[in-house]
């Protein structure tokens, strides 16, 4: 019996931005580096946090009212700056409910990045205008055919026909992301 496994845009630029070692820490080659500014880090993935309002006097703080947020990846360069990155698909995106979340990260996080698809761009200026980084992503996706095995490369969310030629299967049920090609991360300046 063959497993069938189903990954996301969102877990393969994880691992695309992750490039992870064998033990799991950021690869060599990891674009997290790019977007960060160093490779001395270490991160949690959908870490959940308290969220820290702007409170002078802690006492102030009620515990019982405050919210849970969990940003994709949290980074740690040093114990006194923590970074949250929020990462947006190109399939089920909505800007404003992406823009509620990282203004949740605001007041708990040293900074905020937000990463985009490249299509999307054009919402960069406005979480600029909210004060976060932003970054925009390019990527091809590799596709199996679960009929006849075959990888076809492409860009976009919508499910490719199938490149051999024999197969022509082009039912979006039969094929699965397999990975991703000519990834990049350039930030929206």
Known sequence: ???????TIDDELILELIKPDRLGEVGDDAL?????????????LEEPTTE???YTDMKEFDYARAHLITPDITVVISKEKEIAIE??????W????????VKKYKYRFNGV???????????????KNEGFRVFLWKTKRRWQCLRCGTETVREGPVTPKCSNSKCKNNSQNEFRL???RDTDFEEYI
């Open 52 to 54: 820290l309002k702007s």
């Open 87 to 92: 990462l947006e698909n190109d399939v089920h």
């Open 32 to 44: 997290i580096i790019k977007v960060v500014g160093t490779r001395n880090m270490s991160y949690k």
């Open 113 to 127: 990045t937000v990463i985009i698809p490249d299509e999307c761009k054009r919402f960069a200026p406005l979480y």
């Open 94 to 101: 909505d800007f404003g409910e992406s823009l509620r979340q």
């Open 178 to 180: 397999v990975g991703l």
């Open 1 to 7: 019996m063959e497993v069938i496994y189903s990954m």
